[in-house]
């Protein structure tokens, strides 16, 4: 689990995935979700993060994606996305996330029920991107 000043952020479980229960992060990604998560300070919900490449396949999930932590198309060495669900908090909760996570250096995706969230920067030659789905 990812723990700050005694808190956890984040349980295994939220993390792994939700097919086969794998749980392998790229090196470094977990405190960059630390940073982003203790600057949040909100509750946060997560819908997807690591997943197998099999599972990726079976929820419909991009074959590049970077959630895909098993077999990985990058070289990430592990999942490098976290989606973030927002069905149930309003649009101010969402624009925070957007900008903060913007000025952290993630890239974002836009969707009506989650944002989805990566460090395409650390792991690829492809610059930050915001971009609807
Ligand atoms: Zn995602």
Redesign the pocket.
């Known amino acids: 689990m990812l723990v700050h000043a005694g808190k956890t952020l984040f349980t295994e479980d939220e993390l792994r995935c939700k097919g086969s229960g794998l749980l392998i992060l790229a090196p470094g990604f977990d405190l960059e979700l630390l940073k982003l998560r203790v600057a949040f300070d909100m509750p946060m919900s997560v819908n997807?993060c690591c997943r197998s490449e099999s599972h990726n396949r079976a929820v419909g999930g991009h074959p590049r994606s970077l959630?895909v932590c098993d077999k990985p198309y990058w070289p990430t060495g592990g999942c490098c996305?976290i989606?973030v669900g927002t069905r149930h908090r309003g649009e101010g909760y969402r624009q925070k996330l957007i900008k903060l996570a913007e000025s952290l250096n993630w890239s974002v995706?836009i969707h009506p029920h989650f944002i989805?969230l990566d460090r395409r920067v650390d792991y690829t030659s492809r610059p930050r991107a915001t971009f609807p789905y």
């Open positions: 997807s959630h996305s989606d995706g989805h």
